[in-house]
């Protein structure tokens, strides 16, 4: 049974989507030769913007949607979002709210950069630690 409050944020954090009219615009990547534990890295390119992506936020989420890491901007704004992360490292400008907790062989994972677009890129890890991209 799930709690009203659980329930109660769904909601908010539906409607906020919503009203603030977040599209799935940004383009998540995997770098080529960087596809390994403990820190894969990855691109996010805004065709809107040529000189750098504009987002606020960064989570990992596992499949069941435990929190792995997550950024936020500090200031809040999205002067500090960069095209390149590495898991694990904070990029400059953005505080760490949660983990980093280590990513797991075998394990399924979201990455998601959020503002006023979003994008996600959805990765495994084989029982190598090899990274690869996954249908959602």
Same mark, same amino acid.
């Given at each position: 049974?799930?709690?009203?409050?659980?329930?109660?944020?769904?909601?908010?954090?539906?409607?906020?989507?919503?009203?603030?009219?977040?599209?799935?615009?940004?383009?998540? %990547?995997?770098?080529?030769?960087?596809?390994?534990?403990?820190? =894969?890295? $990855?691109? !996010?390119? +805004?065709?809107?913007? *040529?000189?750098?992506?504009?987002?606020?936020?960064?989570?990992?989420?596992?499949?069941?949607?435990?929190?792995?890491?997550?950024?936020?901007?500090?200031?809040?704004?999205?002067?500090? %979002?960069?095209?390149?992360?590495?898991?694990?490292?904070?990029? =400059?400008? $953005?505080? !760490?709210? +949660?983990?980093?907790? *280590?990513?797991?062989?075998?394990?399924?994972?979201?990455?998601?950069?959020?503002?006023?677009?979003?994008?996600?890129?959805?990765?495994?890890?084989?029982?190598?630690?090899?990274?690869?991209?996954?249908?959602?």
């Amino acid at each position: 049974m799930r709690s009203p409050r659980l329930v109660s944020l769904g909601w908010v954090w539906g409607l906020l989507l919503l009203l603030t009219a977040c599209r799935q615009v940004l383009q998540v %990547s995997l770098v080529e030769d960087a596809r390994q534990l403990p820190a =894969p890295r $990855f691109t !996010v390119e +805004d065709p809107e913007h *040529a000189d750098r992506p504009r987002y606020t936020t960064v989570q990992v989420l596992d499949r069941a949607g435990e929190m792995y890491w997550q950024l936020r901007a500090e200031p809040y704004g999205d002067m500090a %979002s960069v095209a390149s992360l590495t898991y694990g490292e904070a990029p =400059p400008g $953005f505080a !760490v709210l +949660d983990g980093p907790r *280590a990513l797991q062989p075998g394990g399924r994972y979201a990455l998601f950069v959020v503002g006023k677009n979003r994008g996600t890129l959805h990765f495994d890890v084989d029982r190598e630690g090899h990274v690869t991209e996954a249908a959602p």
